[in-house]
């Protein structure tokens, strides 16, 4: 693999740090050359081959007849495919996240690859990542990486803007059945419902606050949709313990409740 595959920087303007700040979201196009896709994909498709991470149906009926799951997340990449490593070691993504945030260090949470297959595929209903998380204070974010053409119809990401303003809800499950986020919205807030789809082309990628409102729907096209998705820990995050749901790194955990959160598997990036 090329040395020098997900080096270099990339221009996050003025304009788009203020979008981010103001809507809990930004779009950035062409983050990735053709040669980087290559390489993400491979390790991606290896790793949905292999599954040598935590794999799981996060739409929680497991495989179809097929062997297919209907939203398939598999995490932490990095621990074994070497490109999954190279993007995120990289820095080009860091320093964006940087960019976005001002934080002077970028640590990793995790990564995952979400697919959704042609067909059997489920949404993720719309939900907020940080009560997900073992975090006391918003400011997590995401970077949601297209490795594929990603259209309304394919299940790309869309957004309630400034939604990220609204404090933490209760976690919404994703499978069937169960309270819908905007069951728990004030008259204000679901008057500001309204969605904004963010299709990308390949190697265009989102970051979104961890409070943000996101949703994507399933893809009903005859084309898989892969996506490599990164959560990173900026400066001024604390761990939450116990105030928090448990989730699959609370055993790496490092800290004492209050204190940086940080882990044995959550290497500093920037």
Not at 156 to 177: T, Y
Request: with cysteine; net charge negative.
């Amino acid at each position: 693999m090329n040395d020098k595959l997900f080096t270099g920087d990339y221009p996050v303007s003025d304009e788009q740090v203020a979008f981010f700040q103001e809507n809990g979201y930004v779009r950035c196009d062409d983050v990735l050359n053709e040669e980087e896709l290559a390489a993400l994909r491979h390790g991606v498709d290896q790793a949905r081959a292999e599954r040598k991470s935590l794999a799981r149906d996060l739409a929680g009926n497991g495989a179809d007849k097929g062997g297919h799951e209907r939203l398939l997340q598999m995490l932490n990449l990095w621990e074994n495919y070497p490109e999954v490593r190279a993007y995120l070691f990289g820095g080009r993504i860091a320093k964006m996240v940087q960019r976005l945030t001002g934080s002077p260090s970028i640590h990793l949470y995790h990564d995952q690859a979400l697919i959704k297959e042609p067909g059997p595929s489920a949404a993720a209903p719309w939900h907020q990542d940080q009560p997900y998380w073992p975090s006391k204070e918003p400011g997590m974010l995401s970077c949601w990486m297209a490795l594929d053409d990603v259209p309304v119809e394919r299940g790309c990401m869309q957004f309630i803007p400034g939604s990220h303003k609204w404090g933490e809800f209760p976690p919404i499950s994703f499978s069937e059945g169960g309270k819908a986020l905007a069951d728990y919205l004030t008259e204000e807030q679901a008057a500001h419902w309204n969605p904004v789809p963010v299709e990308l082309m390949a190697g265009g990628c989102t970051f979104h606050h961890g409070l943000t409102f996101h949703y994507t729907r399933p893809n009903t096209t005859d084309h898989i949709r892969r996506a490599l998705v990164a959560i990173f820990i900026p400066e001024g995050i604390t761990y939450a313990a116990e105030e928090k749901m448990a989730n699959p790194f609370s055993d790496t955990i490092t800290s004492r409740k209050g204190e940086p959160l940080r882990g044995t598997r959550f290497p500093r990036l920037a």
